[in-house]
């Protein structure tokens, strides 16, 4: 680079940024996201196209965090959702950089310039930055902060959760019975062993989970079940609604939930079919007393213009879309809408069963000899 003079100068390098400047806090944050166009949330070192991917993206813009391993200092997450699945409550905690310069029980707080060494009062709790707005400002629309909060740097929001809620919304087809649903899920309420309605990766051994509430209403031609646990399994909300469905559309009795529970004559899962993954979502999460939880919310005003920015679309695009399909019985002569092909229903318990736990671990293990004797082989 030249000067007027003609004079070569050199240019700087960029200062990397000092975190040792800034004190340090764990925070956790209310995460929203629609997951329709993500490869699911937890980060991948190898795909852009995750919820936490784009969220670190963000993070290190603002250097707001340092980093490790690819994830934030202190980093954890409530729940870990699927590909398409999105969440209106999920929770993440993470050591943050702060404005403040000393201790509470455990937590630092701001004092900016000359102060007591007394706790902070509410023009220094205000100081602090506020950080939705900050983080918001850089992330795409539909990953969104709702709120904040200060937390012990114990806590976790993983393990310091006690229940998650989630909501599956589905359209109410012609012939589903919603009462036979009820009455179907209501055999999932308390403490099962759900092997046969999750996904057997082999990564756990023990499948027992509590379901505290199992509730099916109907809000304006939509379906929606809310179902709050402990914790729950991989796909294993999917898999509870694919069954109920079935329930629902007389292809199951609603015995079957009770059937499917008793492992010791279920042994191994039959083979079905999960609900669709756009129709999950992550509702909320809830933390005991104990975890010191006290959101402060921002952002409000903007986050709701950026959903009613995606709502409008949506609703323009199924209204479009109705239109067509309905003009199509219209030119087809149709009085009624014809009702859905559905495929020939073999019942669950004739189906051949999926492959055990037992079945599973061993194959895990022979790929896990298979890799190494390959790896032996390359070394020789």
């Given at each position: 680079?030249s000067?007027?003079?003609g004079k070569?100068k050199?240019?700087?390098a960029?200062r990397?940024?000092?975190?040792?400047?800034?004190?340090?806090?764990?925070?956790?944050f209310?995460?929203?996201?629609?997951?329709?166009?993500?490869?699911?949330?937890?980060?991948?070192?190898?795909?852009?196209?995750?919820?936490?991917?784009?969220?670190?993206?963000?993070?290190?813009?603002?250097?707001?965090?340092?980093?490790?391993?690819?994830?934030?200092?202190?980093?954890?997450?409530?729940?870990?959702?699927?590909?398409?699945?999105?969440?209106?409550?999920?929770?993440?905690a993470?050591?943050?950089?702060?404005?403040?310069?000393?201790e509470?029980?455990?937590?630092?707080?701001?004092r900016?310039?000359?102060?007591?060494?007394?706790?902070?009062?509410?023009?220094?709790?205000?100081?602090?930055?506020d950080?939705?707005?900050?983080?918001?400002?850089?992330?795409?629309?539909?990953?969104?902060?709702?709120?904040?909060?200060?937390?012990?740097r114990?806590?976790?929001?993983?393990?310091s959760?006690?229940?998650?809620?989630?909501?599956?919304?589905?359209?109410?087809?012609?012939?589903?019975?919603?009462?036979?649903?009820?009455?179907?899920?209501?055999?999932?309420?308390?403490?099962?062993?759900?092997?046969?309605?999750?996904?057997?990766?082999?990564s756990?051994?023990?499948?027992?989970r509590?379901?505290?509430?199992?509730?099916?209403?109907?809000?304006?031609?939509?379906?929606?079940?809310?179902i709050?646990?402990?914790?729950?399994?991989y796909?294993?909300?999917r898999?509870?609604?694919?069954?109920?469905?079935?329930v629902?559309?007389?292809?199951?009795?609603?015995?079957?939930?009770?059937?499917?529970?008793?492992?010791?004559?279920?042994?191994?899962?039959?083979?079905?079919?999960?609900?669709?993954?756009?129709?999950?979502?992550?509702?909320?999460?809830?933390?005991p007393?104990?975890?010191?939880?006290?959101?402060?919310?921002?952002?409000?005003?903007s986050?709701?213009?950026t959903?009613r920015?995606?709502?409008?679309?949506?609703?323009?695009?199924?209204?479009?879309?109705?239109?067509?399909?309905?003009d199509?019985l219209?030119?087809g002569?149709?009085?009624?809408?014809?009702?859905?092909?559905?495929?020939?229903?073999?019942?669950?318990?004739?189906?051949?069963?999926?492959?055990?736990?037992?079945?599973?671990?061993?194959?895990?293990?022979?790929r896990a000899?298979?890799?190494?004797?390959?790896?032996?082989?390359?070394?020789?």
């Amino acid at each position: 680079m030249s000067d007027n003079n003609g004079k070569h100068k050199k240019t700087k390098a960029p200062r990397e940024f000092d975190f040792e400047r800034y004190h340090e806090r764990h925070v956790a944050f209310l995460l929203t996201y629609l997951g329709h166009e993500y490869s699911g949330i937890a980060y991948q070192p190898d795909n852009p196209n995750t919820v936490e991917h784009v969220l670190f993206e963000a993070l290190q813009k603002i250097k707001l965090c340092r980093f490790e391993g690819g994830c934030p200092v202190g980093f954890s997450r409530c729940g870990r959702t699927d590909r398409g699945v999105s969440a209106f409550g999920n929770v993440i905690a993470m050591h943050v950089r702060s404005n403040l310069t000393r201790e509470r029980d455990g937590v630092e707080f701001v004092r900016i310039g000359k102060g007591s060494a007394e706790a902070p009062d509410e023009a220094e709790e205000r100081a602090e930055m506020d950080y939705v707005h900050l983080i918001n400002r850089v992330l795409p629309p539909t990953v969104r902060l709702r709120a904040w909060s200060p937390v012990p740097r114990e806590f976790s929001a993983r393990f310091s959760c006690d229940a998650r809620t989630y909501r599956y919304y589905f359209p109410i087809t012609d012939g589903l019975d919603l009462a036979r649903m009820r009455q179907a899920s209501s055999d999932l309420l308390g403490d099962h062993d759900f092997r046969n309605f999750c996904k057997m990766d082999g990564s756990i051994s023990n499948f027992v989970r509590t379901i505290h509430n199992f509730e099916i209403s109907a809000v304006g031609g939509m379906g929606c079940a809310t179902i709050r646990g402990n914790a729950f399994l991989y796909h294993q909300v999917r898999c509870m609604m694919a069954v109920l469905f079935m329930v629902g559309h007389r292809d199951e009795d609603p015995s079957i939930i009770r059937r499917l529970l008793d492992i010791a004559a279920v042994h191994s899962k039959p083979p079905y079919e999960l609900a669709d993954d756009h129709n999950l979502c992550l509702w909320q999460c809830d933390f005991p007393p104990t975890a010191g939880l006290q959101w402060r919310y921002s952002d409000t005003t903007s986050l709701a213009a950026t959903l009613r920015g995606l709502v409008q679309p949506a609703m323009v695009k199924a209204t479009l879309l109705q239109s067509m399909y309905d003009d199509v019985l219209a030119q087809g002569g149709e009085t009624h809408p014809p009702t859905s092909r559905r495929k020939l229903h073999i019942p669950l318990l004739e189906r051949p069963p999926e492959m055990d736990l037992e079945g599973v671990m061993g194959r895990k293990a022979r790929r896990a000899d298979a890799k190494q004797k390959r790896t032996a082989l390359c070394t020789d």
